[in-house]
């Protein structure tokens, strides 16, 4: 099987796995869970490719049960840790300074994500690429109950690090699958990447339609202001 890097060759799933083996794709998923620094790693594609290469049974020798329990072991520690660190970090990590590997703008996009959806976010966000990151670390700063958090946090790795696993793992024995493999991990891309593009669009459309009403409003206080104007120098 060979895939197309979505980006830097080191970052395409298959060298990942068939060079760091399991222990890399749970390392990677631990760090994208919940570590500032693994927004930009490939959680998606790399679950769906775990899946495919456990299916072809190249690389990964492992049954595919045991696979998903680490996995999900991986992606619920990885929340665990993010969620500790907002709560330590607080609102301090709002004032962070921007860096080659810290962009200011996803913990904001991550805030808004949390507020829109509340508890729900934990489990949402692990499907949005970037998001997935810092929300567990917003839901910290925040204060969310970790009771809460916790039963939101395991929901979440279970439907995301099995789900996309097992997808992948079944679509991995369909002919047509494997040998569009590139095609399949672009498209998987696509999908996680579209609720943003969403959320870019909706939110573009809310501040045009903001500045349309200020305008409106400042239109109309003029014309006020000038009415008001013109029947006081008529008065006098």
């Not at 609102?91 to 829109?116: G, H, I």
């Not at 024995?173 to 569009?180: G, H, L, S």
């Amino acid at each position: 099987m060979t895939t197309l890097a979505l980006g830097p060759s080191w970052l395409d799933p298959e060298y990942l796995i068939s060079t760091f083996g399991l222990i890399g794709i749970l390392t990677i998923v631990f760090a994208e869970s919940g570590l500032l620094i693994g927004f930009f790693l490939p959680g998606d594609s790399l679950l769906f490719t775990t899946g495919l290469l456990v299916a072809d049974g190249e690389y990964l020798t492992q049954p595919l049960w045991l696979i998903c329990l680490l996995l999900v072991v991986a992606a619920v520690v990885g929340d665990q840790v993010g969620y500790l660190f907002g709560r330590k970090v607080g609102p301090s990590l709002f004032n962070r300074p921007d860096s080659r590997l810290f962009k200011q703008e996803n913990v904001v996009k991550a805030n808004e994500f949390f507020e829109k959806y509340g508890p729900r976010s934990i489990i949402l966000a692990r499907f949005v690429p970037i998001v997935r990151t810092f929300t567990p670390i917003i839901a910290g700063v925040a204060g969310m109950k970790y009771r809460t958090f916790v039963v939101y946090n395991v929901i979440g790795g279970v439907l995301w690090a099995c789900g996309v696993t097992v997808l992948g793992y079944f679509l991995g024995q369909i002919a047509f699958v494997r040998d569009n493999i590139e095609f399949i991990l672009i498209l998987i891309v696509a999908l996680s990447v579209l609720p943003i593009v969403i959320e870019v669009l909706r939110a573009r459309a809310a501040n045009r339609r903001a500045a349309a009403r200020a305008e409106d409003e400042e239109g109309h206080d003029r014309a006020d202001a000038g009415g008001q104007g013109g029947r006081g120098r008529h008065a006098a």
